[in-house]
């Protein structure tokens, strides 16, 4: 009987967690394997909660792909080990790609957390990755013989943006300098994080809301319609204008209210400089870990550190 009762349970458990697997399944297949035209995101299919777990199977398999790079036992070549870097993490970068549009288009409380939550997570993956030494090995073996190895101009590109990159984030570190390395990224990842909120959210937080049509001179029709519109989306009577672009900018460029557009245009420019949503003292961290970077890498190559950065920020 009591075989019976602890087989019955044993059962239960494995039924509950094949279930919620699958379940985690078809989320992730949404994300990366979209049935929709043209590949497109089915967001009707997808939950605010699904990103967290979502993201993290991305990073797990990512880690499998990388992982299996890196412990190749096969010679390192450009096929199997930078073209297979190049390839891997396509999941994670579906996800990450759609979760961070939305979360800079149309944040919220939820998202922020989910944000929050995550981004010490792939600070500890990205770290993983450009400072696995099997890894960097590899790269360096095919970096090193790139003269005999009749690459394109493409596939040389990519080589030497591949090696520079491990480079620029911390490969040829010490030890002791690399655990330093993922202390400050991990600090940074975060305080990076909460800058952006704090000027999303400061920029949200503006109105100006004009009740009377001299306050419009100079506008097109289009523009005083979508202003209107927007003050009823918020269930207020006049005209609202705000800091996002397609307020912001035809606004300054229309008006013939001197003092309207330089209320707007100082409003733009001191986001995020007081109130709530302060980021003077994040400034001064972020600043602070930054200068701490620079004394690891030494100037020329923290120099290279923060190009790779921008690079990455803008690709």
């Not at 890196?70 to 999941?91: D, H, W």
């Not at 491990?166 to 909460?194: C, H, M, P, W």
């Not at 980021?279 to 030494?298: D, T």
Request: hydrophobic share 40%; proline share 3%.
């Amino acid at each position: 009987m009591k075989k019976n009762i602890a087989f019955f349970f044993i059962n239960l458990l494995f039924i509950s967690f094949c279930m919620a697997t699958e379940k985690q399944n078809k989320t992730y297949e949404v994300f990366v394997h979209s049935t929709a035209p043209m590949g497109a995101i089915s967001f009707d299919k997808i939950k605010t909660s699904d990103y967290l777990p979502a993201m993290r199977e991305a990073i797990a398999d990512h880690k499998k792909e990388i992982d299996a790079i890196a412990n190749n036992p096969e010679k390192p070549t450009f096929e199997n080990t930078i073209v297979a870097l190049e390839k891997s993490g396509f999941a994670l970068s579906r996800i990450q790609y759609v979760f961070y549009n939305l979360l800079s288009a149309e944040s919220n409380d939820e998202l922020n957390a989910i944000a929050e939550e995550i981004a010490p997570e792939e600070s500890e993956h990205s770290n993983n990755i450009f400072l696995n030494e099997k890894l960097f090995n590899r790269i360096k073996i095919v970096f090193e013989q790139k003269e005999t190895r009749n690459l394109d101009v493409e596939d040389a590109k990519l080589l030497e943006d591949t090696y520079l990159s491990f480079v620029r984030r911390g490969a040829n570190l010490t030890d002791e300098k690399k655990e330093i390395y993922r202390r400050i990224s991990k600090e940074l990842s975060l305080l990076d994080l909460q800058f952006a909120q704090n000027v999303l959210k400061s920029t949200n937080a503006f109105e100006l809301l004009l009740t009377e049509k001299e306050e419009l001179a100079g506008l097109p029709d289009d523009i005083i319609l979508a202003a209107k519109e927007k003050a009823e989306n918020k269930g207020k009577k006049g005209y609202l204008f705000d800091l996002s672009y397609p307020s912001y900018v035809p606004f300054l460029k229309y008006s013939s209210r001197r003092d309207l557009r330089e209320h707007l245009y100082k409003a733009y420019n001191t986001k995020a400089l007081n109130g709530d949503w302060d980021n003077c003292e994040n400034v001064k961290k972020i600043v602070n870990l930054r200068l701490q970077l620079a004394q690891l890498f030494g100037e020329k190559d923290y120099a290279s550190y923060v190009l790779s950065r921008r690079m990455a920020e803008n690709s």
